[in-house]
């Protein structure tokens, strides 16, 4: 049975960076990409960008270019989606996601990261 | 890229049949066949319920169907049962790897 784990939550500052990970227990780590979506309290889901863990390629939601950086480590089997310039409407859950297919279909999902970005 | 709409809620009886639609346009939806629809209960992580807009994945009931016209989407649940009970999103592929959301449907069984 897949099973992602995330990290523990967090609370930031304003302009801090906070870096998410993001562990699969499945040794199939490298064979599909790891999206993350974020969901802000009583809100949406907002897809964020993915992650190849195989080739390190990545794909970032024109809203996150150049605030975003996602990262893996194979060795571990840990990807990591870190968040630059945190302002108060980034308080959100993060979530993992294992996705497969052109569509981009996330069977497999982490707990979810609460992260707070407050003064 | 701005979210796919749904319908902010929607209620049923049990028993009873619902449909959810997620309206985009030629350039997400009514581009591809790569709509998905998921599952989310309150404090949980979605689910995915359909892929590719009208597969069923593994372990979901029947009750759930997909369908596409055009620029929208459609999700259908059948025989409502209160475990249905919850919030539903679609998400298109758009283009090079990129995905959009709708913006959630809250789905009352009353």
């Known amino acids: 049975q897949v099973q992602l784990v995330q990290s523990g939550a967090e609370v930031k500052k304003p302009g801090a960076s906070v870096k998410v990970s993001c562990k699969a227990s499945?040794?199939?780590?490298?064979?599909?990409?790891i999206n993350w979506v974020r969901q802000a309290t009583g809100q949406g889901l907002e897809w964020m960008g993915w992650m190849n863990p195989h080739s390190g390629n990545t794909g970032y939601a024109q809203k996150f270019q150049g605030r975003v950086t996602m990262t893996r480590n194979t060795s571990i089997s840990t990807a990591y989606m870190e968040l630059r310039s945190l302002r108060s409407e980034d308080t959100a859950v993060y979530y993992c996601?294992?996705?497969w297919g052109v569509g981009a279909n996330f069977d497999y999902w982490g707990q979810g990261t609460l992260v707070t970005v407050s003064s | 890229q701005s979210a796919l709409t749904q319908p902010a809620s929607v209620s049923g009886s049990p028993g009873q049949s619902i449909t959810i639609s997620c309206t985009g346009t030629r350039s997400d939806v009514g581009g591809y066949n790569y709509v998905s629809w998921y599952q989310q209960h309150p404090g949980k992580a979605p689910k995915l319920m359909i892929f590719d807009v009208s597969n069923r994945p593994s372990g979901v009931s029947n009750r759930f169907s997909g369908s596409k016209s055009g620029n929208t989407a459609s999700l259908t649940i059948s025989g409502l049962q209160a475990e249905d009970e919850a919030d539903y999103y679609c998400?298109?592929?758009?283009?090079?790897?990129?995905?959009?959301f709708g913006g959630g449907t809250k789905l009352t069984v009353v």
């Open positions: 499945e040794n199939t780590f490298t064979s599909y990409d």
């Open positions: 996601a294992r996705g």
């Open positions: 998400s298109s592929y758009i283009s090079s790897s990129t995905l959009v």
